[in-house]
Nanobody, 115 residues
Framework: QVQLVESGGGLVQPGGSLRLSCAAS????????MAWYRQAPGKQRELVAA???????NYADSVKGRFTISRDNAKNTVYLQMNSLKPEDTAVYYC?????????WGQGTQVTVSS
């Protein structure tokens, strides 16, 4: 049974930081590309950041220079370090694992940026 469990979300003031974690089980983590998506109320789910099995990364323009994605294959975990948070970063953040036609999603973690 595949499980992706996100943690680390919460309420933070503008300019603050959060670190999201996604722990995977039931998959051979190191051969999966990993990504973080987010969905704000009334908006479509969008890609935030992705990291390949070879550790190449790409980011949405809106988060470049502020967010960093990383992975620890020994811990089957992917991270999203979020700095200089803005109110427009408020959303539910989802972890995704993908390989060929296989794709798995976590349940999401809420991030709220507000003063």
């Amino acid at each position: 049974q595949v499980q992706l469990v996100e943690s680390g979300g919460g309420l933070v003031q503008p300019g603050g930081s959060l670190r999201l974690s996604c722990a995977a089980s039931g998959i051979a983590f190191s051969i999966y590309n990993m990504a973080w998506y987010r969905q704000a109320p009334g908006k479509q789910r969008e890609l935030v950041a992705a990291i390949t099995t070879g550790r190449s990364t790409n980011y949405a323009d809106s988060v470049k220079g502020r967010f960093t994605i990383s992975r620890d294959n020994a811990k089957n975990t992917v991270y999203l370090q979020m700095n200089s948070l803005k109110p427009e970063d408020t959303a539910v953040y989802y972890c995704n694992a993908g390989r060929a036609q296989l794709t798995y999603w976590g349940q999401g973690t809420q991030v709220t940026v507000s003063s």
